[in-house]
């Protein structure tokens, strides 16, 4: 009897990237598909406002509940980055079987409604449980989203649709850092929260009536279902180029998370700005040029992926991490308040451009229908090790150190982990330069 993986194998003897450069990347745009874009933007938008809109409020929510910042680092990242890593296979299983616009519709409403309810927590364990339940439902999200655009646009304009969606991080923190900081010093914390969650419940209707269900690519061969859990594991772990490139991801998100999460405490703890000064100032950062930083690794991975295939995709986002982690340190470890800030604005215009060609790499190396589990797989990486033990990381080592001066070696020591990602890049790249055509006998 011939398995799924076998039907695979059969197809694509010249692996994953030679496919998608030779089949499918002369496949024109689907209908709607920019439309559908948009929309797929918006709801990551509002999910990083759910998401980042702890960042603003964590010092309020520390003086209320008298917490430390290790705490802290619970509350904004171990306490989303379980659940999330908890919920991430079964719901990519569900991707690569289910409607997928109905199944995203459902966890937009979702986490949309428990943000809202981080908003009535009453003590420190209830909020850590809202997050919690945030955490879980958030976790379809992305992965959802990626693999609708890999079936609505052809492998050419990946990197191009990805570079938009992913904008929506820069948009949707931009959103929370601004318009959080107002809303926290003129009504509260907890109007933040609520704020931020009830916008979801409209886009979720949205999505669900005005969206199709995108039609899926099918694989070469005599493959049309979804393979096994265990067969999409075993086919991409023995891929070099894939699993190097999901290393260097989580490693990234490690530094980006910690900055994130600790920037506006950083404006304030070591440059003595105000709340409203540090949220705007990060939010400006952050937004516009973390935005346009997304932006700019769309084309960039799109030109590479016509000159090299998927292969050389990693040595463009290798580029990109190690300015960051140079810019990075000038952010932290400058006394002046202006070199600092100008730091930050070339970290977040850096830092954010491999997303694309990385995401690009990931899709274009695994079959159509190995795309949930493959991309949930690295959001759980990503959001547990990343989101999860980053802000922990840098928390931990600013207790250590003490003092208001701490957090900027919590947040140096992140810079580590970019640098290490960095070098899995490198070897990523390599991996496809030497071996292109082994990619597609990993089973």
Excluded at 336 to 364: D, K, N
Aim: proline fraction near 4%.
């Amino acid at each position: 009897m011939t398995s799924v993986a076998g039907a695979y194998r059969t197809g694509m003897t010249a692996g994953p990237g030679v496919r998608s450069e030779a089949a499918q990347a002369e496949r024109p745009i689907g209908r709607g598909a920019w439309y559908a874009l948009a929309i797929l933007t918006l709801i990551y938008t509002l999910h990083s406002v759910d998401r980042s809109v702890m960042s603003i409020v964590i010092e309020p929510i520390k003086s209320e509940f008298h917490l430390n910042d290790s705490h802290l680092g619970v509350l904004t990242g171990l306490a989303f980055g379980l659940t999330y890593a908890i919920a991430g296979l079964p719901l990519g299983y569900l991707i690569d079987r289910t409607d997928r616009r109905r199944l995203l519709s459902l966890l937009v409403a979702i986490w949309s409604g428990c943000t809202a309810l981080c908003g009535l927590a009453q003590s420190y364990a209830t909020l850590v449980a809202a997050r919690l339940a945030v955490g879980f439902t958030e976790a379809g999200g992305a992965p959802t989203a990626l693999s609708m655009i890999g079936d609505l646009f052809p492998p050419r304009r990946h990197s191009t649709a990805i570079a938009i969606f992913w904008a929506s991080t820069a948009l949707g923190t931009a959103t929370s850092f601004i318009l959080g900081s107002i809303i926290v010093v003129h009504h509260g914390w907890r109007a933040a929260f609520l704020i931020a969650g009830v916008p979801g419940l409209a886009i979720a209707a949205l999505l669900f009536f005005t969206v199709p269900e995108p039609r899926r690519e099918r694989p070469q061969g005599d493959g049309t279902a979804a393979p096994a859990l265990r067969e999409t594991l075993r086919y991409v772990l023995r891929q070099p180029l894939f699993v190097h490139v999901f290393l260097a991801m989580t490693l990234n998100s490690m530094m980006l998370s910690g900055v994130l999460v600790w920037q506006a405490s950083f404006l304030i703890r070591v440059h003595h700005l105000s709340l409203t000064q540090a949220g705007l100032l990060a939010g400006v950062a952050a937004g516009i040029f973390g935005g346009v930083g997304s932006l700019i690794g769309g084309p960039m991975g799109d030109r590479v992926f016509e000159r090299a295939g998927i292969g050389g995709l990693p040595l463009a986002a290798a580029g990109t991490t190690l300015l960051s982690v140079v810019t990075g340190m000038v952010f932290l470890l400058t006394d002046s308040l202006a070199a600092s800030l100008a730091g930050l604005v070339v970290f977040e215009l850096i830092a954010r451009a491999y997303t694309a060609p990385g995401y690009s790499a990931i899709l274009g190396s695994v079959q159509p229908q190995m795309r949930g589990i493959s991309v949930s797989s690295l959001q759980i990486a990503t959001n547990l090790i990343g989101y999860g033990l980053g802000p922990f990381l840098a928390g931990a080592v600013s207790d250590r150190v003490g003092g208001g001066d701490g957090i900027r070696w919590g947040l140096a020591a992140l810079m580590l982990t970019g640098a290490w990602g960095c070098l899995h890049f490198i070897l990523a790249w390599r991996a496809g330069v030497r071996s292109p055509a082994d990619m597609g006998e990993a089973l």
